[in-house]
Nanobody, 127 residues
Framework: VQLQASGGGLVQAGGSLRLSCAAS????????MAWFRQAPGKEREYVAY????????YYSPSVKGRFTISRDNAKNTGYLQMNSLKPEDTAVYYC?????????????????????WGQGTLVTVSS
């Protein structure tokens, strides 16, 4: 199983980026997916969650209204559209997935509940 995250880069504050997470070795439509991020010197932080069908999405308060998580199960790929980026969004972004059902917000936000992780993609937002 492999998750390949891509799409990071350098962007000015107020700009946009779209991250992708391509899965191989599994059929993504039976897996939930989430994005996490880790800024330099800080702990890993939950960003967003999407259920296996794409019908339910949840966001950290820090990104709600600016970021959109989505997925294309036919392409075995998940996405994170990031708009109105701020310097504090600078971090390495990781996608993660699991075949488990995560029934609560706390469960969705806990990295320990995810079985597979991508390698991370760096997002840098300049002021």
């Amino acid at each position: 199983v492999q998750l390949q995250a891509s799409g990071g880069g350098l962007v000015q504050a107020g700009g946009s980026l779209r991250l992708s997470c391509a899965a191989s070795g599994l059929t993504l439509n039976t897996y939930v997916m989430a994005w996490f991020r880790q800024a330099p010197g800080k702990e890993r932080e939950y960003v967003a969650y999407i259920n296996h069908s794409g019908g339910s999405t949840y966001y950290s308060p820090s990104v709600k209204g600016r970021f959109t998580i989505s997925r294309d199960n036919a392409k075995n790929t998940g996405y994170l559209q990031m708009n109105s980026l701020k310097p504090e969004d600078t971090a390495v972004y990781y996608c993660a997935t699991t075949g488990r059902r995560l029934p609560s917000g706390r469960a969705m936000a806990s990295g320990g509940n995810y079985a597979y992780w991508g390698q991370g993609t760096l997002v840098t937002v300049s002021s």
